[in-house]
């Protein structure tokens, strides 16, 4: 498969959303590494095939909804988060998926597409131990079909993110 790296914010196919928070973050040089494919990336198995890289150095942005309030959980490619580990983690008596429409809201992105950071709304961030497992993790740029490249301790800073293990375990 083909990718292509990019010029510029403009020509890099990121979500222009992004691009603003790549600049407003003082990350403008990461516009050039985002990678656009031409299939959809939507799955982090679609993003890993397509990059050439392991699942785990996938970075997936996953919305939750506790007790009604949004949270972003940051979690690697090859494992699924445990809602019962967010739920005790944020202190929440209910923690639920919302719909794609309320994540297009709460995010501004359409469902695999959702980056980590330059949402339309704040959210708490909760960003799983397993990730720092990868020197580069690989993050949706704000659209189904592209990517970007970033140091896994940086990507979780400049999210707000909070460290946590609520990675469900295998028996």
Known sequence: MTTTAAPDAEGSGAHPRFAEALRELGLEELTTRVRRFPDATRTAAEA???IGCELGQICKSLIFAADGEPVLVLMDGASRVDVELVRR???AQKVTRPRADVVRE???YAIGGVPPFGHKRRT???ADRGLLGH???WAAA???YTVFPLEPKALIAHAGGTLVDV???TS
């Open 124 to 126: 708490r961030v909760l």
């Open 167 to 169: 990675r469900e375990r």
């Open 135 to 137: 020197d580069t993790v």
């Open 89 to 91: 983690e944020l202190g």
């Open 106 to 108: 709460i995010t501004g």
């Open 142 to 144: 704000g659209t189904p």
């Open 48 to 50: 890993a095939a397509a």
